[in-house]
């Protein structure tokens, strides 16, 4: 049995469901999960789906909308080029293995405080560790 991922996406006002199987993931190009996370992602997206970037290796810097408040589990696993990733102050869940293989990453700017990020629900293997956390970005 092989896997198959159904993504909804957003785009211009419209949802829009498609088929993706795992080992077309790593195909999607920076640009084009760029313009998914700014463009294709609504307003109302509250959660980013399970797997949607996963094994995404040209994926290099992530900002993640400020509607989102859960970003799932294995999201952004196995996106060995992300160094970077941005998450808004309204994020409340970080899902098992969101970030799990994702080998150069080394900062993450939260837009909240301190307190705030240790308010967040961060599910075993979520996030690397020894990832520096850059605070009110």
């Known amino acids: 049995h092989q896997k198959v991922f159904l993504t909804l996406l ?3 006002g419209h949802a829009v469901i498609f088929r993706m ?3 077309d993931l790593h195909h999607i190009q920076y640009s084009m999960a760029v313009q998914i996370l700014k463009n294709k992602i609504g307003n109302n997206v509250k959660a980013i ?4 970037f996963y094994n995404c290796v040209s994926l290099e810097i992530i900002n993640i909308p400020e509607s989102v408040t859960t970003i799932n589990s294995n999201t952004f696993a196995g996106c060995e080029s992300l160094t970077s990733v941005t998450i808004p102050n309204v994020v409340t869940n970080i899902k098992v293995g969101a970030f ?3 080998t150069a990453l080394t900062t993450i700017n939260y ?3 301190e307190t705030d990020w ?3 629900v ?4 979520a996030v690397p560790n020894g990832i520096t956390i850059n605070y009110n970005q």
């Open 100 to 102: 799990r293989g994702c």
């Open 118 to 120: 240790n308010n967040i």
């Open 21 to 23: 199987f795992p080992e």
């Open 122 to 125: 961060i599910e075993q293997d």
């Open 49 to 52: 789906p399970s797997y949607a």
């Open 10 to 12: 957003l785009i211009a």
């Open 111 to 113: 837009k909240g405080t």
